[in-house]
C-alpha cells in the first residue's frame, strides 16, 4: 500500500481523524478508572494546536485516501515528545507500515528544527500486557531503545478502608513543616541512595539522585504545581528522637478522575526499616486524603522496587499500570 503523509493545520479536521484511529484502543472504547479519556485528549489536542512548537500529521493511503493513522508530537526544549498512545493506527491498517512513515515524518519535522530527541511513553492496564505490545515494538523497530527501568502504579480505594490499626512502638509522625526543604532533599538521599541496591532501583532518576533536580521537584510540589499540598502532607517519621523516614504528598485537581491522593515520595533510611513505619507513613496519608475528599491513592514506584510493592499491597494498592518509557538521539 502507498502511504503518504501530510501536515494537519485544523484541529477539528486532526480530530476528526484521531477518532478514526483512536477507535481500537482499549480506553477509548471503554472508560477505565484513572486510564485516558477521550474528552480529556480532545481538550489537550485543541490545545497543542494553539502553540507553534507542536504539529500534527496524518498518514493515508495514496489511491483511496483511506485513513491510515495520526500522529501529534509537541517539542520542550530540545526534546520532541509523541502524543499518548501514538502513532495511533486502526488494527487493520498496523501491518501497512502507517505507523513507521508517521514515525519517519515527525522525525524529519523534528530535525528541521533543530530537534536532538524524541521520548515517549506506552502507559498499559497491568492486567492487559498485550494492549502495549504493538507500539512497543513499533518503537523498537524505528530506533527507539528503553529509557530506565519499568514503572509500576498502584491504586488504593480508600472508601473501602478502614483506619490502620497497626502500632510501631516508640514511633512519632510529627509535621514536615517543621523541617527545610533542605532537609527533604537530604532525607531524600539518605533513603533512596545510601545503599548499592538502593541506587539500583533509583539512581536513574534525576529527581532522586540529583539534589538540585530534587529541590526543584520539591519546590514544585509544595508551591502546588502538580496539586493541593497542604502541611499535613509533608509528615516526617521519628523513632526514638531520630528522624528514620518521610513522606510526601499531594492532591491533584481533575475533572477526568475521582478526586484521589499522590504519593511523590515516601522514604525509610536503610537503618529503620522492616519495622513497618513505611507502611505507618502511607497510613497516615490515607487519613490526610480523606480529610480532604479523597475517595483514592495513586503512587508510582519502579517494577524492580519489590519490597515497596509488597508493602503498598499490604496497605490495600493493587497494580493499575505499567509504565515503558522509550528515547531515540536523532
Not at 495514496?62 to 486502526?90: C, H, N, Q
Not at 534525576?206 to 493541593?228: C, I, W
Not at 495513586?298 to 519489590?306: D, Q, S
Request: aromatic share 12%.
Amino acid at each position: 500500500m502507498k502511504i503518504v503523509v501530510q501536515r494537519v493545520h485544523s484541529p477539528d479536521v486532526y480530530l476528526r481523524y484521531w477518532t478514526r484511529a483512536m477507535a481500537d484502543v482499549h480506553w477509548f472504547k471503554k472508560r477505565r478508572l484513572f486510564d485516558y479519556a477521550r474528552e480529556e485528549m480532545f481538550e489537550q489536542i485543541a490545545e497543542e494546536f494553539e502553540k507553534p512548537e507542536s504539529v500534527h500529521f496524518v498518514a493515508k493511503s495514496r489511491d483511496a485516501g483511506k485513513i491510515l493513522g495520526v500522529l501529534g508530537v509537541k517539542t520542550k526544549g530540545s526534546v520532541g515528545y509523541f502524543g499518548r498512545w501514538e502513532p495511533a493506527v486502526p488494527l487493520e491498517y498496523r501491518d501497512s507500515g502507517a505507523g513507521e512513515a508517521l514515525i519517519r515524518e515527525a522525525s524529519s519535522w523534528l530535525r528541521k528544527n533543530r530537534v536532538g530527541r524524541i521520548a515517549c511513553m506506552v502507559r498499559y492496564p497491568y492486567s492487559k500486557p498485550e494492549t502495549g505490545q504493538w507500539h512497543m515494538a513499533l518503537y523498537r523497530k524505528c530506533g527507539f531503545t528503553h529509557k530506565g527501568p519499568v514503572g509500576l502504579m498502584l491504586l488504593a480505594n480508600l472508601q473501602r478502608m478502614m483506619k490502620a490499626k497497626q502500632k510501631v512502638e516508640n514511633l512519632h509522625i510529627v509535621d514536615g513543616n517543621d523541617f527545610p526543604l533542605k532537609e527533604f532533599v537530604d532525607f531524600t538521599t539518605r533513603a533512596y541512595m545510601s545503599m548499592p541496591e538502593d541506587k539500583a532501583i533509583h539512581g536513574h532518576d534525576p529527581y532522586v539522585s540529583s539534589p538540585d533536580e530534587n529541590v526543584r521537584l520539591l519546590r514544585a510540589v509544595k508551591d502546588g504545581k502538580y496539586g493541593f499540598s497542604p502541611p499535613e502532607c509533608w509528615k516526617v517519621a521519628e523513632l526514638e528522637d531520630e528522624v528514620a523516614g518521610f513522606v510526601i504528598a499531594f492532591m491533584p485537581k481533575t475533572k477526568y478522575r475521582p478526586s484521589h491522593g499522590v504519593i511523590a515520595e515516601l522514604g525509610v533510611f536503610p537503618e529503620f526499616r522492616r519495622k513497618g513505619i513505611a507502611y505507618s507513613l502511607v497510613a497516615e496519608m490515607h487519613e490526610c486524603f480523606k480529610n480532604h475528599g479523597g475517595r483514592y491513592s495513586y503512587v508510582g514506584t519502579p517494577r524492580t522496587n519489590e519490597t515497596a510493592i509488597r508493602m503498598y499491597r499490604k496497605a490495600g494498592y493493587k497494580p493499575v499500570f505499567v509504565l515503558v518509557d522509550f528515547e531515540k538521539p536523532l
